[in-house]
C-alpha cells in the first residue's frame, strides 16, 4: 500500500483550513498551470522526504479510501495557500 495523503487528514472533520481569498480570473489563467506544477512538486518533495507522514489510499482490506479525493483536496488548497505566500 503506497501512502498518499498524510495522517492527520483522517478525521475530515477536525481539519479547519481558511477559505483562500477570491483571485481575479486574469491571475488565474496566468498562473494556474505554474501553481498546480508547483502544488505537484511540493507535494513529492514532502513525500520523498518523510514518507511515513503519509496515510495509505488503501484500507486494511485492500479497497481505496472513501474520502481519498476528499483529503489529497484539502492537502493540495493547504499547500496552494502556502506556495502562494511565499
Known amino acids: 500500500m503506497r501512502n ?3 495522517r492527520f487528514f483522517k478525521n475530515i472533520s477536525d481539519i479547519n483550513i481558511p477559505k483562500a ?3 481575479p480570473k486574469r491571475i488565474i489563467n496566468q498562473f494556474d498551470k505554474n ?3 508547483n502544488t505537484f512538486n511540493e507535494w ?3 513525500y520523498s522526504e518523510n ?8 484500507d486494511e482490506n ?7 479525493g476528499e483529503c489529497c483536496a484539502i492537502y493540495f488548497q493547504k499547500l496552494w495557500l502556502e506556495l502562494l505566500k511565499r
Open 4 to 6: 498518499l495523503f498524510p
Open 21 to 23: 481569498p477570491p483571485i
Open 35 to 37: 501553481m498546480l506544477i
Open 44 to 46: 513529492n518533495k514532502r
Open 51 to 58: 514518507p511515513k507522514s503519509f496515510s495509505n489510499s488503501l
Open 62 to 68: 485492500g479497497n481505496p479510501v472513501s474520502n481519498y
